[in-house]
Every structure is written in C-alpha cells, then in structure tokens.
C-alpha cells in the first residue's frame, strides 16, 4: 500500500485537504463521461436496489436540470467524485444526462440566433 | 448537436469564464450576476494533474483541492448561462483548459494599479483562440484612465473591446456580459461577410 502523499500540493494555496474516495468507493473514472456543465436530472424510474445515502443525497438534488457543477457544490465533494455517483446514477437509469454543446461557435446562423438569445436574455435583466 | 423538441426538459447550458489576477474581483463578479448564491466546485489536483489511467492505490490518498466560483444566470428557460470564475492563482491554470473548452467567450478582468496581472489571462486566451474583452475595474482608490490607455499598455488587438466596470454592481457587470456577446456576434459577422 501506498503512504499518503505529503509534501508539495498541502500548502496554503491549495484548497482544503479531502479524503474523497470514500464516497466513490475508490472510483475516480465515471463509466458516463461529463463535463461541469453536463446537465443532470431524475427520470422518475426507482432504482431497483438501495442505492446508499451519498447517491440517494445527490438523486433527491436531480428534480431539475442541474449542472454537475451546481450538484458537487451542494454536496460538498470535488467534481471527480460527483461525476462517479451521477454516473452510477445514470447506470441504473434513474437520471439522464445531457452533455453540453462543445462545438466551438463559427459563422453559422444557429450560432448567431444562439449568441442571439442570449444577448436578449442578458438585456432583459437590465 | 442538441434536437429541438418541444418535451425536452433540458437547456442550453453555456459557459462564460471571468479571469483575471488575484484579487482583481472575480467572485465579486460572479457574485454580482449570479441568481443563484454563488457556489464552488472543487477539483482534485492529483487527479487532474496526474493520468488518471494510474490510479492504482490512490484511494488510499489524501489529497487537496482547488476550488472555482461560479454562478448561474437563466436565460427564458431555454438557455442557461453559468459564469466561472477561474482561480487567481496562475500555478493552478492548468485547470483552465478543462474550463475554457466549449466556453462562449472569457472576460479579463484588470486593475489598473496592477495591470500586468492580466497579461497571463490574456496570453492564454489569445494563445487558445477564445475570444475575449477586456473589463476594467474601477477600484475607488485607482487612477482613472481611458480605455485606449489601457489597451495601449496591455497591448491589446484593436478588436478586442475594453469596457470599465464596477464589479460589485449588478448592472454594471451585466452590461458587461452583454459587451461580450455583442462582441462575439460582431466578430461572426465579419466572418460570414468574408466568406
Ligand atoms: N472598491 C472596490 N472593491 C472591489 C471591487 N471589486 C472587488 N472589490 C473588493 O476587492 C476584493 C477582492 O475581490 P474578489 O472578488 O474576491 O477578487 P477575486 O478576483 O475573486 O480574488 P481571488 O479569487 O483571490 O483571485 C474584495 O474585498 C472585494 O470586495 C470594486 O469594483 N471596487
Ligand atoms: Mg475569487
């Protein structure tokens, strides 16, 4: 077994120092790919066994479309964690996922009616 | 590409990053903005730092954090607009090119007491082709200066805006955003007329 590791990364720069693993069960790859800003929510489907708190805490979160951002901050562990219980989540079908729109933006005319929208949007809260 | 279809329960999600040197008011951006109580996620930093193909063992790990502000503005229900602001602290930008692929567009942030705390923002994003402004925030205590003053000292592309702001005031930060839009719809103008 591996000591843990001290030295370079515990100083007062970086965040606070976290156990993570426990949760994840010792997973750190999602079988689901996300990003930040995959969008999650509740299919409505029980799943058919009980899934633990730590899943069971982040499905009760999943009744609007949240970010997988947006759900880490709320249960308090880092984004690679969450990713795992969401993906797992996703496994059993009891959320959907919806993975944002990587494309970079070019001159198409989806593009503009998107930067479109969102410029009315921005305006509106003037 | 995402289907148009009248049942689907899911928006847009968009990304705006907000960077800029330490303490140059970033949260208080996101802050600003945000309808939501501005959150934090957390990465590892072993995690991304290390090939995550070799993590054998590395449950048994304790490791630390960085953490990245963010906020979330909705946009009619059919667009989402989540702001990130980046950590100031340039040894954790690494982090950034997860953050920067598939953003819209970045804001840079500066103070005129320490402009060069920007450059690296800038150079980042020139070097990534993301598109970018650049917002000044106008502390009490600075010198006023022009915005050309300010494009001249950073060296700035003549295309690329700079707007003043105070970032603590929700409208103010708004409008930025807005002069970051108008700017990426400009630029697809340009383009498609070239084309
Ligand atoms: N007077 C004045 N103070 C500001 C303004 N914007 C931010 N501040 C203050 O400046 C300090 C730093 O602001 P933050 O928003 O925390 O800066 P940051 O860029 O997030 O800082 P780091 O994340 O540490 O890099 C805070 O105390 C803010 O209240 C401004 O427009 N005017
Ligand atoms: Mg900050």
Redesign the interface.
């Given at each position: 077994m591996t000591e843990p590791v001290e030295g370079p990364w515990l100083d007062g720069d970086a965040g606070r120092l976290v156990r993570p693993y426990t949760v994840s069960d010792g997973r750190t790859k999602p079988s689901t790919h996300f990003d930040l800003l995959t969008l999650v929510m509740a299919t409505g489907n029980r799943p058919h066994h009980y899934l633990g708190p730590d899943h069971t805490h982040v499905l009760g979160l999943c009744r609007g479309p949240l970010s997988v951002a947006e759900i880490a901050a709320h249960i308090r562990q880092p984004a690679v964690v969450t990713k795992v219980l969401l993906s797992d989540l996703v496994d059993c079908g009891a959320i959907t996922a919806r993975a944002p729109d990587r494309a970079p933006l070019g001159p198409h005319s989806t593009d503009r009616d998107l930067l479109e929208a969102v410029l009315d949007g921005l305006r509106k809260r003037l | 590409?995402?289907s148009v279809n009248d049942s689907d329960?899911?928006?847009?999600?968009?990304?705006v990053l907000i960077a800029g040197g330490f303490g140059v008011g970033k949260t208080t951006m996101v802050s600003a903005v945000s309808e939501?109580e501005p959150?934090?996620?957390?990465?590892?930093?072993?995690?991304v730092s290390a090939s995550?193909d070799s993590?054998e063992?590395?449950?048994?790990?304790?490791?630390?954090?960085?953490?990245m502000d963010?906020g979330?503005?909705s946009?009619?229900g059919?667009?989402?607009?989540?702001l990130?602001g980046t950590p100031g602290?340039e040894?954790f930008w690494f982090l950034w090119d997860?953050?920067s692929?598939?953003a819209?567009g970045a804001v840079v942030l500066a103070d005129t007491r320490r402009l060069e705390d920007c450059f690296a923002a800038v150079d980042f994003f020139e070097r990534r082709g993301i598109e970018f402004i650049v917002a000044v925030n106008e502390f009490d205590d600075a010198y006023r200066y022009e915005p050309e003053e300010v494009r001249a000292a950073i060296d700035l592309k003549p295309e690329v805006p700079v707007v003043l702001c105070d970032a603590r005031d929700v409208?103010s930060s708004?409008?930025v955003?807005?002069s970051l839009?108008?700017h990426?719809?400009d630029t697809?103008?340009q383009?498609?007329d070239v084309?």
């Open positions: - | 590409m995402g329960p899911f928006p847009t999600a968009l990304k939501i959150l934090s996620t957390e990465e590892l930093l072993t995690q995550t993590l063992g590395v449950e048994d790990k304790s490791t630390t954090t960085v953490a963010f979330r503005i946009l009619g059919t667009h989402v607009l989540y990130f602290q040894r997860e953050l692929a598939g819209l409208a708004t409008n955003l807005v839009v108008q990426l719809i697809r103008s383009h498609a084309i």
